[in-house]
T-cell receptor
Framework: AQKVTQAQTEISVVEKEDVTLDCVYE???????LFWYKQPPSGELVFLIR??????QNEISGRYSWNFQKSTSSFNFTITASQVVDSAVYFC??????????????FGKGTKLTVNP | DGGITQSPKYLFRKEGQNVTLSCEQN?????MYWYRQDPGQGLRLIYY???????QKGDIAEGYSVSREKKESFPLTVTSAQKNPTAFYLC????????????FGEGSRLTVL
């Protein structure tokens, strides 16, 4: 069965610090997608990134960067120079293309990030 | 603006009552989903639908029912058979083929008194 583990339940940092959110996944499939979502206090989840299993290149988007390593089944998320607005719960998720891709996502339990001024 | 609208935002129910949560989208998405979120837990899939008049059970469908009579609407009924219904419910939609890029509503918080 597919599984996503986010070992860090809560992280607290001071503004401008860098912070890395860990995500480890388990799947037997060779084709899959990995995701990160952000859930601010308002409640709705916001899509941040999708990475397919064939693309191990790291990605950077502004202060956000993602490190995908198939060898360790990890898809970690780093926020550089954190800001108070980054405070949210962040979810890592895994999809299964062989079952249609858009059908199901398996989510980790989330990491609550608090950025203090 | 395009998006997903869930209502009501907060709902209180007495034990033994059924309650229906509304989810409407104007994104013209084919696929729609219902997730349940409990404190400290991830999101768990209740039901999903990829086309009108068709839907599939997710991981925790027991005690819930859905319908998909229109592309824009995917209401969720929490029945009295659901043993622990107090939770935060999130509706989402996606374009078929855009694996996993879900658009979420703001959620409905159900409390059973």
């Amino acid at each position: 069965a597919q599984k996503v583990t986010q070992a860090q339940t809560e992280i607290s940092v001071v503004e401008k610090e860098d912070v890395t959110l860990d995500c480890v996944y388990e799947t037997r499939d060779t084709t899959y997608y990995l995701f990160w979502y952000k859930q601010p206090p308002s409640g709705e989840l916001v899509f941040l990134i999708r990475r397919n299993s064939f693309d191990e290149q790291n990605e950077i988007s502004g202060r956000y960067s993602w490190n995908f390593q198939k060898s360790t089944s990890s898809f970690n998320f780093t926020i550089t120079a954190s800001q108070v607005v980054d405070s949210a719960v962040y979810f890592c998720a895994l999809s299964d293309l062989t079952q249609g891709g858009s059908e199901k996502l398996v989510f980790g339990k989330g990491t609550k990030l608090t950025v203090n001024p | 603006d395009g998006g997903i609208t869930q209502s009501p935002k907060y709902l209180f129910r007495k034990e033994g009552q059924n309650v229906t949560l509304s989810c409407e989208q104007n994104l013209n998405h084919d696929a729609m989903y219902w997730y349940r979120q409990d404190p400290g837990q991830g999101l768990r899939l209740i039901y999903y639908s990829q086309i009108v008049n068709d839907f599939q059970k997710g991981d925790i469908a027991e005690g819930y029912s859905v319908s998909r009579e229109k592309k824009e609407s995917f209401p969720l009924t929490v029945t009295s058979a659901q043993k622990n219904p107090t939770a935060f419910y999130l509706c989402a939609s996606s374009i078929m083929g855009e694996a996993g890029e879900l658009f979420f509503g703001e959620g409905s918080r159900l409390t059973v008194l």
